[in-house]
């Protein structure tokens, strides 16, 4: 998605404050009543309806007026919320260029004050999922809609507390520094991901590093889920970047070795087509293999049995366990097969429960990277590709 960061410069005040007034009456209106919003923006002499015109100008809201006058943020509505907030608490300064499209976010680079290049995912929840639910029109007539900016949220809150984790615990991920809404910013990797990398110095070296890391994850009890070629960075030293921390799930998850497996199978797939690694010479009699040097798989079980836990860094991150289910069972319904959706054309939010409508200043009320002021209750998405990626 474009990203104009342009529009952000000349928004005023009282913009942004119209905009969070659209944002806290979603929390409860798929579709907020104008006059709901001219109440909790507060303005003086109608000047919300002026500044609606404004932001629908800008793409930064949807208007509605199917069952009743009134208004939804578009993605691009959320990210300026985003953006605005980490700029007023001085994470960077400016956004550059695009540096990724990944399945379910767009990557952009931002910039600190002093210069510093950091990198910045926008979590679109849905996205793909959506595609694959307009060809399932009927199907889906009767299901509920989903709130996507939610669960972006989630997923930004899962990774950031992921990442911070997994970097105190020596994992070579990206620095976690910062999140809010459906927004994570952190280091960015210099590198590629692996998927570009056609030829490697020394590819057992990498494969075994790589094989080395899911187990120490699921020894810390968590599997990745999409271990593959794409969420992996290397470096001209050959030195592995682990990225992509949403779909991560528990050992005790019920499909676990599923996952597990799923995730050794990707690299050794991989790793088999594009560097020649275990050719057939190392596939033994009885269909398992061996990684060259006379080693078998690492097999789930053995490596569940060390397993600890980063359940404590989590909650210290702000994503607790009552979180972690919340995600593991909108994953588990994508493994499922299971599907979700509306007819309506675009981002689609749904109602979720308030507790108060309160606007601050500058228009940046939302809490980062907890959802303790938010009610529970949000729906499942789907995304068909989630965890499936496996190139083959
Ligand atoms: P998705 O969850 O949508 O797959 P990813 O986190 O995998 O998103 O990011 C998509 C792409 O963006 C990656 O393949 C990579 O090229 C780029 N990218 C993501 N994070 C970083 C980072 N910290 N530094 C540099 N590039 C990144
Ligand atoms: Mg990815």
Redesign the pocket.
């Known amino acids: 998605m474009k990203l104009d960061v342009n529009a952000l410069r000349y928004l005023t005040k009282d913009d942004f404050r119209v905009l969070t007034a659209v944002e806290m009456g979603m929390r409860n209106h798929e579709i907020v009543p104008a006059e709901l919003v001219d109440r909790i923006a507060g303005l003086k002499h109608g000047g919300t309806y002026k500044v609606l015109r404004n932001l629908l100008k800008n793409k930064l809201v949807h208007h509605d007026a199917t069952k009743y006058d009134g208004y939804r943020l578009t993605y691009l509505g959320y990210d300026f919320l985003a953006i605005k907030t980490l700029v007023n608490r001085g994470v960077f300064a400016s956004v550059g260029r695009q ?9 952009f680079e931002v910039a600190t004050e002093d210069g510093t290049v ?2 910045m ?1 926008l ?2 929840l849905g996205r793909t999922s959506f595609r694959a639910v307009k060809s399932k029109r009927d199907y889906l007539r009767h299901r509920r809609s989903f709130n996507w900016l939610y669960l972006s949220r989630l997923a930004a809150l899962k ?1 950031f507390a992921f990442m911070k984790a997994l970097g105190h615990h020596g994992f070579p991920v ?1 620095t976690a520094v910062d999140c809010n809404r459906h927004c994570v910013i ?8 692996l ?1 570009q990398v056609k030829e490697l110095q020394n590819p057992d070296d990498v494969f075994d590093t790589i094989l080395g890391l899911i187990v120490r994850l699921a020894e810390h009890g968590l599997i990745h889920c ?1 271990f593959n070629e ?2 992996i ?1 290397i470096d001209d030293d050959e030195k592995i ?1 682990v ?4 779909q991560m799930v528990s050992v005790s998850h019920r499909n676990a070795q599923m996952f597990f497996d799923r995730d050794i199978e990707c690299i050794y797939k991989f790793f088999r087509k594009r560097f020649n690694l275990m050719s057939e010479k190392n596939e033994e009699q009885d269909g398992s293999e061996s990684d060259g040097e006379g080693n078998s798989r690492p097999s789930f079980m053995s490596v569940k049995k060390a397993a600890g836990s980063l359940d404590k860094d989590l909650a210290a991150s702000g994503y607790t366990r009552k979180e972690q289910v919340e995600m593991e069972k909108y994953i588990e319904e994508d493994a499922e097969g299971h599907d979700s959706g509306s007819d309506d054309d675009d981002e689609i939010v749904d109602a979720v429960p308030i507790g108060s409508l309160k606007i601050d200043q500058d228009g940046s009320d939302e809490p980062d990277c907890n959802l303790d002021s938010r009610n529970s209750g949000g729906p499942g998405t789907s995304s068909e590709e989630h965890g499936t ?1 496996c190139s083959g």
């Open positions: 540096i990724g499209v990944g399945k379910e976010s767009d990557i950091l990198a995912k979590h679109r990774e990206p952190m280091s960015l990797v210099q590198g590629y991901p998927v999409d794409f969420n960075m970047t990225i992509d921390f949403p990626s």
